[in-house]
Each structure stands twice: as structure tokens, then as C-alpha cells.
């Protein structure tokens, strides 16, 4: 079966409209399959666009977007939540980006090795590691050996700990975390200790234990929206296990097929909660990231060939 014989509509046109460069981008490099090095006027769009050229503006020489000494500071909107929305857009490194990624490898992680915001004890914090490895990964740090210590540290929690992965705040069960530590495995075009299979094997298993009951008290997950930050939903979720070989699994499917019960008459998919960040779309309107997201897990899931150029 081919992916496009499960939609609606063909939306991929629609996400190639020059408004929404982030999406272009994207779409041009996953769904079309072009080398970056066919994207460059793609990546300046980028750049150049408006809520990226504000962020840009608003970067302090001396605290960026928050305050130096604490990364996390700001939540959404501070140093970590604003190089986390730039990775997620898929912007690509520029001069703002570089002091800001060290002054996050310089106060973003503790002695053990584990990335977390400051104050926040002793346990793993497995979505801001997760979220912390996608932007130094994505803007080029992945051979740094900051960065790959935090690799070794994430797959020694994973190891040690595959079965419950609990929130650092009260010890419930994580997957938001084990979803992001598993989108940063995904994002990692490195060699880098967390791409192991062993570690994305048991970070699935631990997603596809759960049962997920969207009609009932799981019902939340269907909420999807992008920007993200430390939550998730359940349009990230089959896009990172679109990537792995448990896309095949009868509860990846399942997932996938209530996605594609969410779509609209267009083959577009709705943002269904209000951004922390960035409120470029209108909630309950169709959201190019979050169609483009869905489309891209079809195209990994359901095979055929990519969308011919």
C-alpha cells in the first residue's frame, strides 16, 4: 500500500508553499529526499524569515534569550525552550546559535553527565536531556565530548532503568521523556553512544507497553500541537517510531491509524492545543509542521516510493 492511497488529499503542494520555509524545508528534504547540499536557498529562506529573523534580533550578546547563568531559565521562551524551537523549525547553525549551544554545554549539564535545569536534584530529567541532545546534535555539536558523555549517560539510564523511566518531578511514569530521548536518537546524524539499537529497542518497548487509551484517560495525547517543549503528543510519537523497526508493531500501527482519523477532508491535520511559543498557527486550523510530521510517518510506515519531484 502506498502512503498517499491513506489520505484524503495530497497535501505535500501545500506544504511546499514558500510561507512556511521551516516546512519547505522539510518537506523538500524527507518527502522529496533532496541533499542538503540542494537546500541552501531553502536554509537562508530560513533564516530570513520573519519569527526567525525577530528570534535572531532579540539574541542579548551576553544572555541570549534569558539569563546566562541558568539555561533554563524563561521556560518556553528562555535560552534552552528558544534553541530547542530554532532546532525543531530545522534552522541551521548561525553566529547566534554558537554562544548560546556553549553557554548550554557549559551550564545546561551536572558532574554525572546528565543534562538537566539547575536545582533539579538528583534524578534523570529524561525529556530535557532527550530535548538538550536534539539541539547540540542539530546544530553540530555531536562529536563534542560534552555531548557525548550526556549520550553515555542517557544510555546508561535507559540500560539500568528500561522499565519505568520516571519523571524527575514526582517518579510517574515518563514517556514524554522516553519519547524525546528517542526523537534526539532519531535527529543524531553521529555515531553517536545513544543511536545504539539496543537503547531505541528499549525505548520503544517501554512507549508500546503502554496501552494508550486515546478515547479515555489517554485522550490528551490526541491534542496535538508544534511548537513543543517538554510535552508530547500523539503525532511526535508515531512520527519517532515511524523511524525504527517497531513502526511494524500491532500497537504502532493501531497509533497510526487513529492519526489518520484525526486528518480533514484535505489530508491536513489540525493543531489542537495553543503553542507555548510561536503562535504562528491558529489553533483548530490546519498546521503544515504538524501534517508534515504526520505525512512523514506514513512515508516511513507504509513504504512505497517517496513523492516523485
Request: aromatic share 10%.
Given at each position: 500500500?502506498?502512503?498517499?492511497?491513506?489520505?484524503?488529499?495530497?497535501?505535500?503542494?501545500?506544504?511546499?508553499?514558500?510561507?512556511?520555509?521551516?516546512?519547505?524545508?522539510?518537506?523538500?528534504?524527507?518527502?522529496?529526499?533532496?541533499?542538503?547540499?540542494?537546500l541552501?536557498?531553502?536554509?537562508?529562506?530560513?533564516?530570513?524569515?520573519?519569527?526567525?529573523?525577530?528570534?535572531?534580533?532579540?539574541?542579548?550578546?551576553?544572555?541570549?534569550?534569558?539569563?546566562?547563568?541558568?539555561?533554563?531559565y524563561?521556560?518556553?521562551v528562555?535560552?534552552?525552550?528558544?534553541?530547542?524551537?530554532?532546532?525543531?523549525?530545522?534552522?541551521?547553525?548561525?553566529?547566534?546559535?554558537?554562544?548560546?549551544?556553549?553557554?548550554?554545554?557549559?551550564l545546561?549539564?551536572?558532574?554525572?553527565?546528565?543534562?538537566?535545569?539547575?536545582?533539579?536534584g538528583?534524578?534523570?530529567?529524561?525529556?530535557?536531556?532527550g530535548?538538550?541532545?536534539?539541539?547540540?546534535?542539530?546544530?553540530?555539536?555531536?562529536?563534542?565530548?560534552?555531548?557525548?558523555?550526556?549520550?553515555?549517560?542517557?544510555?546508561?539510564?535507559?540500560?539500568?532503568?528500561?522499565?519505568?523511566?520516571g519523571?524527575?518531578?514526582?517518579d510517574?511514569?515518563?514517556?514524554?521523556?522516553?519519547?524525546?530521548?528517542?526523537?534526539?536518537?532519531?535527529?543524531?546524524?553521529?555515531?553517536?553512544?545513544?543511536?545504539?539499537?539496543?537503547?531505541?529497542?528499549?525505548?520503544c518497548?517501554?512507549?508500546?507497553?503502554?496501552?494508550?487509551?486515546?478515547?479515555?484517560?489517554?485522550?490528551?495525547?490526541?491534542?496535538?500541537?508544534?511548537?513543543?517543549?517538554?510535552?508530547t503528543?500523539?503525532?511526535e510519537?508515531?512520527?519517532?517510531?515511524?523511524?525504527?523497526?517497531?513502526?511494524?508493531?500491532?500497537?504502532?500501527?493501531?497509533?497510526?491509524?487513529?492519526?489518520?482519523?484525526?486528518?480533514?477532508?484535505?489530508?491536513?491535520?489540525?493543531?489542537?492545543?495553543?503553542?507555548p511559543?510561536?503562535?504562528?498557527?491558529?489553533?483548530?486550523?490546519p498546521?503544515?509542521w504538524?501534517?508534515?510530521?504526520?505525512?512523514?510517518?506514513?512515508?516511513?510506515?507504509?513504504?512505497?516510493?517517496?513523492?516523485?519531484?
Amino acid at each position: 500500500m502506498h502512503w498517499m492511497d491513506l489520505v484524503a488529499r495530497d497535501p505535500v503542494p501545500w506544504l511546499l508553499d514558500p510561507g512556511n520555509p521551516s516546512v519547505r524545508l522539510q518537506t523538500l528534504k524527507h518527502i522529496y529526499g533532496r541533499p542538503a547540499a540542494q537546500l541552501v536557498k531553502e536554509q537562508r529562506a530560513l533564516l530570513d524569515w520573519e519569527p526567525v529573523a525577530n528570534l535572531r534580533r532579540h539574541c542579548d550578546p551576553l544572555h541570549f534569550w534569558g539569563r546566562a547563568e541558568s539555561p533554563y531559565y524563561g521556560g518556553p521562551v528562555g535560552n534552552f525552550g528558544t534553541l530547542y524551537l530554532l532546532a525543531q523549525m530545522g534552522v541551521p547553525r548561525h553566529p547566534e546559535i554558537e554562544p548560546a549551544c556553549e553557554n548550554l554545554l557549559a551550564l545546561g549539564r551536572r558532574q554525572d553527565g546528565h543534562y538537566a535545569p539547575q536545582g533539579g536534584g538528583a534524578a534523570p530529567w529524561h525529556c530535557y536531556a532527550g530535548m538538550a541532545l536534539h539541539i547540540l546534535t542539530h546544530f553540530g555539536y555531536g562529536d563534542d565530548p560534552r555531548v557525548q558523555s550526556a549520550w553515555e549517560a542517557l544510555v546508561e539510564t535507559v540500560r539500568n532503568d528500561p522499565d519505568h523511566l520516571g519523571c524527575a518531578m514526582d517518579d510517574r511514569a515518563c514517556r514524554a521523556g522516553a519519547v524525546k530521548s528517542l526523537a534526539a536518537i532519531i535527529h543524531c546524524d553521529t555515531d553517536a553512544p545513544g543511536g545504539d539499537e539496543a537503547t531505541m529497542d528499549r525505548l520503544c518497548a517501554y512507549l508500546l507497553r503502554h496501552t494508550f487509551d486515546l478515547e479515555g484517560e489517554d485522550s490528551d495525547w490526541t491534542k496535538s500541537r508544534f511548537p513543543r517543549f517538554y510535552d508530547t503528543d500523539l503525532i511526535e510519537l508515531c512520527h519517532v517510531l515511524a523511524h525504527t523497526a517497531h513502526r511494524a508493531h500491532p500497537t504502532s500501527q493501531r497509533l497510526l491509524r487513529f492519526v489518520l482519523d484525526l486528518q480533514d477532508a484535505d489530508g491536513r491535520w489540525n493543531k489542537q492545543k495553543v503553542t507555548p511559543a510561536l503562535a504562528i498557527e491558529r489553533i483548530f486550523q490546519p498546521s503544515r509542521w504538524l501534517t508534515f510530521e504526520a505525512v512523514h510517518a506514513l512515508v516511513l510506515s507504509y513504504g512505497g516510493t517517496l513523492y516523485a519531484s
